[in-house]
């Protein structure tokens, strides 16, 4: 792919546009957001900070550390939500604009991808090999735990402990046998029912409602629920390793806890 960087440390913000609309295949996918570049700042980026999502916490200690672009996989602009610039909304693009920073964000395409994407980069830290996709627009991911030694969904709990750094709330019996896992980062738990048909005999997602708790019981499909936040803390950090290699741009990735 050919680019064209302003210097060697630094990328115009247009060409980074068009370089992760082609790396993510942006136009591939039926969003409720737009990707890509959000809110425009100064032309000239030389230091990218990532974060989960553009929240006015992650904006402040961006801007601290001298951010010309922020890339984000929650940005803003949702489907059916309110179009004025009032409160919320108001603080952070005003914050935003007052420091010409730019706002990049990836929603579905940051999820998909290959290589960079929340459910590639989440399967990497817990050995999960994926084998098929199940769900609507393909976005669950059926595949088996790499390492022998996770043999019950106790052990797979475990694991998502000690790599996730927190606790997993497990509905099942952490006895049971593991079968051939289905995953999806963030608030997927949506996707149970067609992870299930799938053939998982365990399920891991961000978040979990109500009525998950049943299905899963009735099912006998263990879930696990790993938290929206932390499975997709990888995918920007990713990505953002990745550009700071492609075009020599400086790279911070800023973790803003949120237990949910
Ligand atoms: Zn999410």
Redesign the pocket.
């Known amino acids: 792919m050919s680019q064209k960087t302003i210097g060697g440390d630094a990328i115009d913000r247009d060409d980074l546009a068009k370089y992760l609309a082609t790396a993510l295949d942006i136009t591939r996918f039926r969003d409720f957001c737009p990707n890509g570049l959000q809110v425009e700042g100064r032309r000239e980026i030389k230091k990218l900070v990532t974060g ?2 553009a929240s006015l916490a992650l904006l402040e200690a961006a801007i601290a550390k001298g951010a010309d672009a922020i890339l984000v ?2 940005g803003y602009f949702w489907r059916g939500e309110d179009a004025r610039v009032i409160g919320q909304k108001h603080g952070r693009l005003k914050l935003l604009l007052a420091h010409d920073v730019n706002l990049f964000a990836y ?1 579905l395409p940051l ?1 998909m991808h290959a290589e960079f994407g ?1 459910n590639a980069q989440l399967a990497q830290r817990l050995g999960l090999l994926a084998e098929a996709r199940f769900g609507e627009d393909d976005l669950g991911w059926l595949g088996t735990v790499a390492d022998a030694s996770i043999a019950t969904v106790g052990d797979l709990a475990l694991l998502i402990e000690r790599q996730l750094g927190r606790v997993p709330l497990l509905i099942g019996d952490p006895a049971q046998k593991l079968g051939k896992a289905g995953w999806c ?3 997927a738990q949506s996707l149970l029912g067609d992870a299930i048909a799938a053939g998982a005999n365990v399920y891991l997602s ?1 978040e979990i409602s109500e009525p998950t708790v049943h299905l899963a019981r009735e099912s006998g499909v263990a879930y696990l629920a790993c938290g ?2 932390a ?2 803390r990888y995918g920007v950090q990713a990505l953002g390793t990745h550009l700071a290699a492609q075009f020599g741009i400086a790279h911070d990735f800023i973790d803003i806890d949120n237990p949910v």
């Open positions: 989960v999502t996989h929650h929603h999820d929340n980062t963030g608030a961000g929206h936040h499975t997709e």
